[in-house]
């Protein structure tokens, strides 16, 4: 029986957030899941779409207080 598939539930998701200008109309907001370990796993979901960064970098930090860990204090894969 492995116990870790129960204990999953319990650990926070963690995420970090890429803002990319798109032809230099749009600004998109891409969300990676980060592993256990602190890497990247090699998938992304577009999430948000804006006409400013500014707009973009707001979206984000609305949502870095639910239930998500601030991505600064996660490690980047390199």
Sequence with gaps: ???V???RHFVP??????IENREG???????Y???WDG???PGSRLVFMADSEAEARAWVAARE?????PA???RQQG
Excluded: P
């Design 1 to 3: 029986m492995n116990n």
């Design 5 to 7: 598939v129960y204990l």
């Design 13 to 18: 998701e963690r995420v970090l957030h890429k």
């Design 25 to 31: 109309v749009s600004w998109w907001v891409t969300r």
């Design 33 to 35: 899941a980060v592993a």
């Design 39 to 41: 890497l990247l796993l």
């Design 65 to 69: 207080g639910e239930r998500l860990e």
């Design 72 to 74: 600064a204090s996660l």
